[in-house]
């Protein structure tokens, strides 16, 4: 197999592994959103939730939310390395 051939294997695998990634992660997010659409309709169903439970809460979804986007943005970046090294 040529340099050539081998190269564009490659970048087809990365191609391949990216769409995978994005096509799972896609997926997990809204999944994740209906969870969250889901908690929420029970959270609002709950008598006498305190308004410091909620925030609670609210903080440790918005804390997931970041650290999902922190992680896509990481893998990202992977993928972005990863091509300029295939390039050479």
Same mark, same amino acid.
Request: negative net charge; without cysteine; glycine residues 8%.
């Given at each position: 197999m040529d340099s050539m051939n081998q190269k564009q294997l490659f970048r087809q695998m990365i191609d391949f592994n990216q769409a995978t990634f994005n096509n799972s992660f896609k997926s997990m997010v809204l999944l994740q959103d209906q969870f969250e659409k889901a908690g *929420?309709?029970?959270?609002?169903? %709950?008598?006498?939730?305190?308004?410091?439970?909620? +925030?609670? %809460?609210? *903080?440790?979804?918005?804390?997931? +939310?970041?650290g999902r986007t922190n992680f896509k943005q990481q893998i990202d970046n992977v993928f972005e390395q990863t091509e300029k090294f295939s390039v050479i």
């Open positions: *929420n309709t029970a959270l609002d169903q %709950i008598p006498g939730l305190p308004a410091e439970g909620r +925030k609670a %809460i609210e *903080n440790l979804v918005e804390a997931f +939310k970041e």
